[in-house]
């Protein structure tokens, strides 16, 4: 992690702290015929994915939890979010039924994942890069949280590049200067991945 950081602190775009390090939390929801995951896995241009997140190390009372649908459009990607309040995991089947999207769709929760997170952005606020490491992964239950957890390993590191489109052609700019390798990823798929292994 050291070295990733001082490679963005070097950033001609000069890239520097902006929120700080917190713990990130998922559960992901799917059709029984795990739609969401093979449209994915596909390359479906246009596809979904339903999660429920929360931040902080407390599995049992999740607080400020959002529900969140991820959107894409061919190589454009949009989020919408909905505030859903705190909730026990011995609370969630309830706490599920009061979600709109999950009244009226054919999901349930199947995935929950976790890791760090750090947030990074330039001076001019266009582009900004997150950073997640220390990545674990279990099947949902209903009865608790998960103790024990699939792990991605250790030096697996998850740098993404967010910016509006307009300004899609300075990113090229920014991803010239970064020395890691680019490819598709999917957390959610790699969970899948794991956990059905």
Excluded: C
Aim: glycine share 4%.
């Amino acid at each position: 992690m050291p070295w990733i950081e001082q490679v963005l602190r070097s950033h001609p775009a000069g890239f520097r702290p902006i929120f700080p390090q917190r713990r990130v939390n998922n559960i992901y929801f799917d059709s029984p015929e795990l739609e969401e995951f093979y449209q994915n896995v596909a390359g479906n241009p246009q596809r979904r994915k339903h999660r429920l997140r929360w931040y902080g190390h407390d599995s049992k009372q999740l607080e400020k939890t959002v529900f969140e649908v991820k959107i894409k459009d061919n190589e454009l990607g949009r989020k919408e979010s909905q505030k859903a309040g705190d909730v026990a995991w011995t609370g969630l089947r309830d706490h599920f039924a009061q979600i709109p999207a999950l009244q009226y769709l054919p999901l349930r929760p199947v995935l929950v994942n976790s890791y760090e997170r750090t947030y990074w952005g330039t001076a001019n606020a266009k582009f900004r890069i997150t950073i997640d490491w220390d990545l674990n992964f279990a099947p949902f239950n209903w009865l608790a949280p998960p103790v024990h957890l699939h792990s991605l390993p250790d030096e697996a590191v998850i740098l993404e590049l967010k910016y509006d489109q307009e300004h899609d052609a300075e990113a090229q700019e920014i991803f010239a200067h970064l020395p890691f390798r680019l490819s598709k990823n999917s957390k959610y798929v790699t969970g899948i991945t794991l956990v059905m292994a």
